[in-house]
């Protein structure tokens, strides 16, 4: 593996020379914005470390947390055969990501002598299927939680904790403390109250780290040691786009140019739509992952001088190739209202080559002897092909491999990118009152105290009428 390498960031079908005058982007286009991306930049660059963007520090000050996630993660494996995130949204989504990413994609069916890491689970939501269909699976007594919430006191995880602290005190009695494990805020919320009382080991969530932005401290650190994921190798990565990411020059700044081209292409060229796909089922997931950064950071109402601006890009999650069958047809002929983004693999960690046979048949023969991956491959090249022959704006990101380092990179360079692109529209990227309307009222529904006013809201609301129930 060439580890020196970056991931690559490739916007060639952005601009007006491949994808036409009409849909495209041009270089004069990006050099009129000189002052706004000077803006932009000045205002990362200025804000790292601060505020909400302790992220920003995250790969370079978290020696001492390491080194005790690495022991713990070397106790866990020895003594659990299944460990449970409890979580949701910026506290699930990266683990998941990571999971999908550098485990093997058939981790939890593989016998424990090949799977060396404990079987995986991420609970991130409330169906109470989903819940009684985990304790039909694991073994409380073997198995490990992580209860993560930034705030601690999302409901969602609050809830699952209830349940699986009484489940384990009901089995376990004392033992109950030593099955789980809270990841949360050193200074607010219940969850550090609670893991006081209860005496339980407890990482912490930096304050200047939001949900979304927190992959790369314990919230996403401890799963992916746990996993055997090479944790140090994923900070390594994101240091190296890090450094990339502080170029002032757009031209050199791969995650600076994606913010400026996806401004151009909101603000100017009315694309409404990111679509991240890519072309490996061991990425599916950090479109997930991708869709809450990029719609929870920009889908903003107000800027930050107060305006009402309701800005934002949807994002859709797609995977090649198999949404070739299903959306790329909208992607090529719907509205031009859409960025795909493909993420390319160039060096897949198996080779699978394509049996002969069916001799006779040359539309199917034709197959024969070449491999999956030059298949995966070509089907991608013919995509991006098709996209820009139909003038829909495309990028391509590659990663030499998939592994820790290269992950490190890419996520940095999505943080980078969203920060960015936040920074350009003027808005905070940061926070989510959207999201925090929903808690609230959910808090008011269920009677929690201190939301009375909110539940008179929510009780003042109209009536649905039967005239529109069919
Ligand atoms: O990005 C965010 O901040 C949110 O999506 C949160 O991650 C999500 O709401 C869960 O919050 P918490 O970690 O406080 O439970």
Not at 205 to 229: H, K, N, T, W, Y
Not at 300 to 319: E, H, W
Request: aromatic share 8%; net charge neutral.
């Amino acid at each position: 593996m060439s580890k020196m390498k970056a991931i690559t960031f490739d916007y060639n079908n952005m601009m007006a020379d491949y994808v036409g005058k009409q849909e495209g982007i041009t270089d004069k286009e990006i050099t009129s914005l000189k002052e706004e991306t000077a803006n932009a930049f000045a205002m990362v660059e200025n804000g790292r470390g601060k505020k909400m963007m302790g992220w920003t520090e995250l790969p370079y000050n978290q020696d001492e947390v390491v080194a005790d996630i690495i022991d713990t993660a070397r106790d866990i494996k020895k003594k659990f055969d299944s460990f449970v995130v409890l979580g949701i949204g910026g506290s699930a989504l990266g683990p998941m990501a990571a999971f999908q990413a550098l485990c093997h994609l058939r981790h939890n069916e593989l016998p424990k002598s090949k799977r060396k890491a404990p079987k995986f689970y991420v609970e991130d939501n409330v169906d109470p299927e989903r819940m009684k269909s985990l304790l039909d699976i694991i073994d409380v007594k073997k198995t490990m939680f992580n209860v993560i919430t930034k705030s601690g006191s999302t409901s969602e995880t609050m809830s699952q904790y209830l349940i699986i602290m009484d489940l384990l005190k009901a089995r376990l009695g004392n033992e109950a403390k030593n099955h789980v494990i809270a990841t949360t805020s050193e200074t607010k919320g219940n969850l550090i109250k609670i893991a006081k009382q209860e005496g339980l080991k407890t990482y912490y969530i930096p304050d200047g780290v939001g949900g979304r932005f927190s992959e790369l401290c314990p919230v996403g650190l401890l799963p992916a040691a746990v996993l055997g994921i090479d944790i140090k190798s994923l900070l390594k990565g994101a240091r190296a786009m890090d450094k990339l990411c502080r170029k002032a020059d757009v031209r050199k700044n791969p995650a600076l140019m994606a913010a400026t081209l996806q401004y151009i292409a909101i603000t100017r060229k009315n694309k409404n739509i990111s679509v991240m796909m890519p072309y490996a089922d061991s990425l599916k997931l950090m479109a997930d992952w991708y869709a809450q950064l990029w719609g929870e950071s920009l889908g903003k109402a107000m800027n930050l001088n107060g305006n009402k601006v309701f800005v934002g890009q949807t994002p859709v999650k797609a995977l090649g190739v198999t949404d070739q069958h299903s959306q790329v047809q909208l992607y090529t002929e719907g509205p031009f209202d859409k960025v795909v983004t493909l993420i390319a693999v160039e060096n897949y960690r198996d080779v699978v080559t394509i049996s002969k046979g069916c001799e006779d048949i040359p539309d199917v023969s034709f197959l024969c002897g070449h491999t999956m991956n030059e298949l995966i491959t070509a089907e991608m090249n013919a995509t991006e092909y098709a996209l820009t022959k139909a003038e829909r704006l495309n990028n391509r990101i590659v990663l030499p491999e998939v592994n820790a380092y290269y992950l490190g990179q890419l996520m940095t360079f999505f943080m980078m990118q969203t920060a960015f692109t936040g920074a350009y529209l003027n808005i905070d990227t940061f926070n989510q009152p959207g999201v925090e309307e929903g808690k609230n009222a959910t808090y008011a529904l269920l009677g929690r105290a201190g939301y009375e006013e909110k539940a008179a809201e929510l009780n003042s609301r109209k009536e649905k009428s039967a005239r529109y129930t069919i």
